[in-house]
């Protein structure tokens, strides 16, 4: 079944579609690491969603994009839906 949800990095937002098994951390707030392709439409088509186990921990890149956008927000999975 294909889910589709939204993440966050504080200041903006972004639609995630996602067929496969979620992590069992997988919940709203959490941060996750969502792998994948951007469409034209803003939408993100994941291969791949990691649940982070810690949330002091943050990849290099994600750090620096983050500072770049002045933001010291997180990525967190929330209104997750089915689609059907």
Do not use: W
């Not at 079944?1 to 504080?10: K, N």
């Amino acid at each position: 079944m294909a889910l589709q949800f939204s993440i966050t990095d504080g200041a903006h937002g972004i639609v995630v579609r996602y067929q496969g098994i979620l992590p069992d951390l997988f919940r709203e707030g959490q941060g996750i690491v969502a792998l994948g392709k951007l469409n034209n439409d803003g939408m993100l088509h994941a291969d791949q969603v990691l649940a982070k186990h810690d949330e002091n921990y943050m990849p290099p890149e994600a750090r620096y994009a983050l500072k770049q956008a002045g933001t010291a927000g997180h990525l967190s999975g929330s209104n997750q839906e089915p689609i059907r």
